[in-house]
């Protein structure tokens, strides 16, 4: 199984698992951590309001969490995407 997955993955499937208890049920159940990319962790969002909101006010708290969660080194920065559109270029 490891050499069909690198170690982000393991930490970015074990992070979907525990987001709710990471950012809170509220901001999990209209968001949720798709992928990461070049150090940077895509994140979709319901809508256009809630992805406002996340990187308006709650993006450096998210990023110190998952940083918390899944090491320093895991990510450096958060992107938010509307829903769907990052797992359409899977």
Do not use: Y
């Not at 999990?28 to 979709?44: C, F, H, N, Q, T």
């Not at 969490?65 to 958060?78: A, M, N, P, S």
């Amino acid at each position: 199984l490891s050499d069909f997955a690198s170690p982000e993955h393991f930490k970015l499937d074990a992070l979907r698992g525990d987001w709710a208890d990471i950012v809170g049920k509220q901001v999990a159940k209209v968001s949720i951590p798709v992928k990461i990319d070049r150090g940077a962790l895509i994140i979709e969002v319901a809508n256009s309001t809630w992805m406002s909101e996340l990187k308006r006010f709650h993006s450096g708290t998210i990023l110190k969490k998952v940083r918390k969660h899944c090491g320093e080194d895991f990510c450096t920065k958060l992107i938010f995407s509307p829903a769907g559109k990052e797992m359409v270029r899977r």
